[in-house]
């Protein structure tokens, strides 16, 4: 069964500062990697996902991800924080396309603070 | 603008008693998905239901049973609630798999229960 593991519960960086947010998989099979965002009071919304073509991905808002195969990885960057990103972070995966109508597997969440 | 609404945002209930969730979306996906997320678990996958009349075990399913009689609605029954159950608790939709935008849910906002 696939899985994720979110690497620290709560994130804070100064605004303007490098937003990093760890995320490692376990999975058997190739597989698709999304990064959501939920803002508070709301439901989550996607931000990027990995299935397969370019292991740099853009998402919504300036944020990007690499998918590293030999590190098990799909960590979370954006160049420089703003107080709009204050909100919690959740990593998942699924098993792609190719096994039927996937379910994804969500981590643990990071909620990330911006200090002025 | 697509959407995914729940009917209750927040709802507080007793021990024992019967609750229902009701979820609609107006994208004509097919597939629907019931989450409870709980602070430090992330989310996890109660049910989920590939088609009308269809419904499939998530990771989390004791306690609660799920209905869809038409493709938009998509309900969560607690036969008897009892206070570990209280909890948020997300809907969310997507296409079938193959396309596009396979993986990508769309969440509603999300019903807080309490059970006192």
């Known amino acids: 069964a696939q899985s994720v593991t979110q690497l620290g519960s709560h994130v804070s960086v100064s605004e303007g500062a490098l937003v990093l947010l760890r995320c490692n998989y376990s999975?058997?099979?190739?597989?698709?990697l999304f990064w959501y965002v939920q803002y508070p009071n709301q439901g989550l919304q996607l931000l990027l996902k990995?299935?397969?073509?370019?292991?740099l991905v853009k998402g919504i808002n300036g944020f990007e991800a690499e998918f590293k195969k030999s590190e098990t990885s799909f960590h979370l960057t954006k160049p420089s924080a703003h107080m709009s990103d204050a909100a919690e972070y959740f990593c998942?995966?699924?098993?792609?396309?190719?096994?039927?109508?996937?379910?994804?597997?969500f981590g643990t969440g990071t909620r990330l603070t911006i200090i002025p | 603008d697509v959407k995914v609404t729940q009917s209750s945002r927040y709802l507080v209930k007793r021990t024992g008693e019967k609750v229902f969730l009701e979820c609609v979306q107006d994208?004509?996906?097919?597939?629907m998905f019931w989450y409870r997320q709980d602070p430090g678990l992330g989310l996890r996958l109660i049910y989920f239901?590939?088609?009308?009349?269809?419904?499939e075990k998530g990771d989390i399913p004791e306690g609660y049973s799920v209905s869809r009689e038409k493709k938009e609605r998509f309900s969560l029954i607690l036969e008897s609630a009892s206070t570990n159950q209280t909890s948020m608790y997300l809907c969310?939709?997507?296409?079938?798999?193959?396309?596009?935008?396979?993986?990508?849910?769309?969440f509603g906002e999300g019903s807080r229960l309490t059970v006192l």
């Open positions: 969310a939709s997507s296409r079938t798999s193959g396309r596009v935008d396979t993986g990508e849910l769309f």
């Open positions: 999975s058997s099979v190739p597989p698709y």
């Open positions: 990995y299935t397969s073509a370019a292991t």
């Open positions: 998942a995966v699924s098993d792609g396309p190719n096994f039927g109508n996937e379910k994804l597997t």
């Open positions: 994208m004509d996906h097919e597939n």
């Open positions: 239901s590939y088609d009308v009349k269809m419904k």
